[in-house]
T-cell receptor, first 114, second 110 residues
Framework: DVKVTQSSRYLVKRTGEKVFLECVQD?????MFWYRQDPGLGLRLIYF???????EKGDIPEGYSVSREKKERFSLILESASTNQTSMYLC?????????????FGSGTRLTVV | AQSVTQLDSHVSVSEGTPVLLRCNYS??????LFWYVQHPNKGLQLLLK??????LVKGINGFEAEFKKSETSFHLTKPSAHMSDAAEYFC????????FGKGTTLSVSS
């Protein structure tokens, strides 16, 4: 069965810390995505990547960066965590041509910044 | 810009009655549209997708959606609700990436 694995289910970090959220997929998908999910706001796209070393800003990239050094791994980086970044973070992947495919989502990382 | 608007943040139905979750889209060309479901403390699951083939799309668990270009709508329906349908539902449009609506919480009472 295809999988998108997020390394942590729950994380608690302090304000100002640099935070790394890791995502690995085993489907050889070109496309990978990071979303955050907040009650009443749905999922909002932070960053996505079409290929290794490529990245595109989504709707809310401020305060985040990403790294994609290998095809299977897509990391989300919070440069200096703040309390308003407390959220559920979801990683997803897809083959090329998102118009005809849904995404495969990971189980999510619930990050709390204190 | 392409977007979706879910017209109800919360819908409550009784078990055995029809379900209607409303979604309008905004797109400058023929979009690809999806419905996803998320049960409490579970991951996102694809319910169905429209990709310019048949306008009436059937999904899993008895759900279906109809693409209406004239009304720019993609409403999700089910003839008879079941308790297990209680979840959050997201209408989604495909642009460079999937753009999600804010979600509709469906409650089902016995």
């Amino acid at each position: 069965d295809v999988k998108v694995t997020q390394s942590s289910r729950y994380l608690v970090k302090r304000t100002g810390e640099k935070v790394f959220l890791e995502c690995v997929q085993d489907m050889d998908h070109e496309n990978m995505f990071w979303y955050r999910q907040d009650p009443g706001l749905g999922l909002r796209l932070i960053y996505f990547s079409y290929d290794v070393k490529m990245k595109e800003k989504g709707d809310i990239p401020e305060g985040y960066s990403v790294s994609r050094e290998k095809k299977e791994r897509f990391s989300l980086i919070l440069e200096s965590a703040s309390t308003n970044q407390t959220s559920m973070y979801l990683c997803a992947s897809s083959p090329p041509g998102t118009a005809n495919y849904g995404y495969t989502f990971g189980s999510g990382t619930r990050l709390t910044v204190v | 810009a392409q977007s979706v608007t879910q017209l109800d943040s919360h819908v409550s139905v009784s078990e055995g009655t029809p379900v209607l979750l409303r979604c309008n889209y905004s797109s400058s060309y023929s979009p690809s549209l999806f419905w996803y479901v998320q049960h409490p403390n579970k991951g996102l699951q694809l319910l169905l997708k429209y990709t310019s083939a048949a306008t009436l799309v059937k999904g899993i668990n008895g759900f279906e959606a109809e693409f209406k270009k004239s009304e720019t709508s993609f409403h999700l329906t089910k003839p008879s609700a079941h308790m297990s349908d209680a979840a959050e539902y997201f209408c989604v449009v495909s642009v460079a990436a999937l753009i999600f609506g804010k979600g509709t919480t469906l409650s089902v009472s016995s």
